[in-house]
Antibody
Framework: QVQLVQSGAEVKKPGASVKVSCKASGYTFTSYGISWVRQAPGQGLEWMGWISAYNGNTNYAQKLQGRVTMTTDTSTSTAYMELRSLRSDDTAVYYC???????????????????WGQGTTVTVSS | DIVMTQSPDSLAVSLGERATINCKSSQSVLYSSNNKNYLAWYQQKPGQPPKLLIYWASTRESGVPDRFSGSGSGTDFTLTISSLQAEDVAVYYCQQYYSTLEATFGPGTKVDIK
């Protein structure tokens, strides 16, 4: 079956980096994108960005620009999200999600996050 | 950035009654070239990841019960649960993907049983 399995919980100190993995199975990895969404404790959903598993193109949320990098390894159907210079307000559950791609002329639009990972808790604390 | 707002923040509805959630975008998410509204709805139950319910504002995801429907265009959208069931207790989020540079979520609407 189609699934995304994320890496385990992390505890980091302020200023450190974290890299979360998301292993896909059950579908053609390069036919979709992977979005990353985080949720701080008791808060709503925050879109972090997405990566095309087809060509590696990325878009990141403006507030995370310069601190986040999303990559994929097509040989293992795994996506990664690295967040650097961690702060206490980065404490959250981080989700990866498969995202469908809509191609119109030369523009690819991610739409519909239809399969989600189980979430990875990242705690930033001194 | 496109800012998404939702109303109400929360609502309580009796079992079998209709629940209506509104979502408004700060600018139109209707793309004129293909006449599609770049808006999705997600359901999140406690302790679970979100679940895709609706995309293109009104297209129901496969497997989603037909009591869930989406409507609206431009800047104003609605998610309707026609007959609330106990398993529908959740937080519901709208999300625009018109701007692929910043695909923002609304703040969420919590639905409970009255």
């Amino acid at each position: 079956q189609v699934q995304l399995v994320q890496s385990g919980a992390e505890v980091k100190k302020p200023g450190a980096s974290v890299k979360v993995s998301c292993k896909a199975s059950g579908y053609t990895f390069t036919s979709y994108g992977i979005s990353w969404v985080r949720q701080a404790p008791g808060q709503g959903l925050e879109w972090m960005g997405w990566i095309s598993a087809y060509n590696g193109n990325t878009n990141y949320a403006q507030k995370l620009q310069g601190r986040v990098t999303m990559t994929t390894d097509t040989s293992t159907s795994t996506a990664y999200m690295e967040l650097r210079s961690l702060r206490s307000d980065d404490t959250a559950v981080y989700y990866c999600a498969r995202v469908r791609l809509y191609l119109m002329t030369t523009v690819t639009t991610p739409y519909g996050m239809d399969v989600w990972g189980q979430g990875t808790t990242v705690t930033v604390s001194s | 950035d496109i800012v998404m707002t939702q109303s109400p923040d929360s609502l309580a509805v009796s079992l079998g009654e209709r629940a209506t959630i509104n979502c408004k975008s700060s600018q139109s998410v209707l793309y004129s070239s293909n006449n599609k509204n770049y808006l999705a709805w997600y359901q999140q139950k406690p302790g679970q990841p979100p679940k895709l319910l609706i995309y293109w504002a009104s297209t129901r995801e496969s497997g989603v019960p037909d009591r869930f429907s989406g409507s609206g265009s431009g800047t104003d959208f609605t998610l309707t649960i026609s007959s609330l069931q106990a398993e529908d207790v959740a937080v519901y989020y709208c999300q625009q993907y018109y701007s692929t540079l910043e695909a923002t979520f609304g703040p969420g609407t919590k639905v409970d049983i009255k």
